[in-house]
């Protein structure tokens, strides 16, 4: 098994551009999850999905959008590039079924390095 | 929502020398608490966890103790290495299923 599979490892962008970053896990995991963490901060979440077709918003969604179309793709999309969206994103996975005194933890990706400038 | 407060934010100990770590989290349905370990330019790794049915779980050198009265938990590394120097962060985990991390504490370990 590969895990959680980030895509790209390292993007600069300018003001204003869009992209997505790509996060794919191959262990079947239900939950997924997308993470900024800004320099010397802990991670902070934007959005995060329950399953395929169900996402809801985290504690910072703003300027950021998401979809979960399978089980295993969680793609995170910037529309319009700013500097403040400088930072290092991580996707992560976990499975719950029942979740109370249940200790799945979550799988993290290896991180996108992002700078807008 | 669910707030986590993790302290020291930095920690400089002796070769040998125990560590603390301590957080305290706001939602008393938090149910799932994990300890994680980041070395630069990594990802999170997690070390050890524990269920809010649990008040004290060990791993060799490292142990977490759970008081859910206080709303509070804590990391603890024996016999420090030089490897051990790394940022660790804690979590709490709510009731949907979202995770909600501390700051992080820098832990220095020195030879």
């Known amino acids: 098994n590969a895990g959680v599979t980030q895509t790209p490892k390292f993007r600069i962008l300018k003001i204003g551009q869009s992209m997505t970053l790509q996060c794919a896990q191959d262990m079947n995991h239900n939950y997924m999850y997308w993470y900024r963490q800004d320099p010397g901060m802990g991670l902070k979440l934007i959005y995060y999905s329950v399953g395929a077709g169900i996402t809801d918003k985290g504690e910072v969604p703003n300027g950021y959008n998401v979809s979960r179309s399978t089980t295993e793709d969680f793609p995170l999309r910037l529309e319009l590039a700013a500097p403040s969206q400088t930072s290092v994103y991580f996707c992560a996975s976990s499975y719950s079924m029942r979740q109370l005194f249940s200790n799945q933890p979550q799988h993290f990706g290896d991180g996108t390095r992002l700078s807008i400038l | 929502g669910e707030n986590v407060e993790q302290h020291p934010s930095t920690l400089s100990v002796q070769e040998g020398d125990s560590a603390v770590i301590k957080c305290t989290y706001s939602d008393s349905a938090s149910n799932y608490f994990p300890w994680y370990k980041q070395e630069l330019g990594k990802r999170p790794q997690l070390i050890i966890d524990?269920?809010?049915?649990?008040g004290e779980k060990k791993d060799q050198r490292i142990a977490v103790t759970l008081n859910k009265t206080a709303k509070h938990f804590s990391l603890h590394i024996t016999e420090t290495q030089p490897e051990d120097s790394a940022v660790y962060f804690c979590?709490?985990?709510?009731?949907?299923?979202?995770?909600?991390f501390g700051s992080g504490t820098k832990l220095n370990v020195k030879p």
């Open positions: 979590a709490a985990r709510d009731n949907f299923n979202k995770f909600y």
């Open positions: 524990i269920r809010s049915n649990v």
